[in-house]
């Protein structure tokens, strides 16, 4: 599964896989397992980073939306919200570039927005801008593989591995938000 993507990373063509229902849902499980895997490696990367280098970036988009909003407002945003307006805008637009050399360009470039939009998440960088890549690492892991499954399966299908890795990583706050402060 990883030598599909990293080979299409290499060399990204607009072609859809001609597939059963049943491997359609095999690619997304294992999509959705190596997206989700790569967030948590690269996102303890980042962290062990910040705390060597002793980056403090004072807030991060997460921490206020802790704070600002209830447990079913984060649910609602950050797996259904958000997965539906950035797929519509980094991943749709993919289906408009028929050859192989433009939608190679549209292919880089919406990873690479897409990461560059997640850098809105820090405050403070203070100069400290050799630390974007690193930062948006998680984000860019995630957008070569949403890139992938927008292509092979369709834009349905990246939006449903966006709302399904963002439950994945969101999901275990939201429980725990909720037992530590029950509706009433």
């Not at 939306?65 to 079913?72: A, E, F, G, I, V």
């Not at 949403?146 to 890795?165: E, P, Q, V």
Request: proline share 4%.
């Amino acid at each position: 599964m990883l030598d599909q993507v990293w080979d299409f990373l290499k060399n990204p063509i607009n072609q859809k896989l001609d597939v059963t229902a049943q491997e359609r849902y095999q690619l997304f499980s294992r999509l959705l397992f190596f997206t989700v895997l790569c967030s948590i490696i690269l996102g303890l990367i980042t962290q062990a980073i910040t705390t060597v280098f002793q980056l403090d970036f004072v807030n991060h988009a997460v921490d206020e939306l802790l704070t600002d909003y209830s447990p079913l407002a984060i649910l609602l945003l950050a797996v259904i919200i958000a997965p539906l307006i950035e797929e519509l805008f980094f991943r749709a637009p993919l289906g408009l570039f028929k050859q192989n050399t433009s939608f190679r360009y549209a292919y880089y470039c919406s990873i690479l927005l897409f990461g560059l939009l997640h850098i809105t998440n820090f405050e403070g960088l203070d100069g400290q801008y050799w630390a974007i890549p690193i930062l948006v690492s998680p984000q860019l892991s995630a957008g070569i593989f949403l890139g992938f499954i927008r292509t092979k399966l369709g834009l349905i299908w990246s939006i449903l591995l966006h709302a399904a890795h963002n439950s994945i990583l969101v999901g275990p706050i939201v429980i725990y938000l909720l037992l530590d402060n029950p509706i009433k």
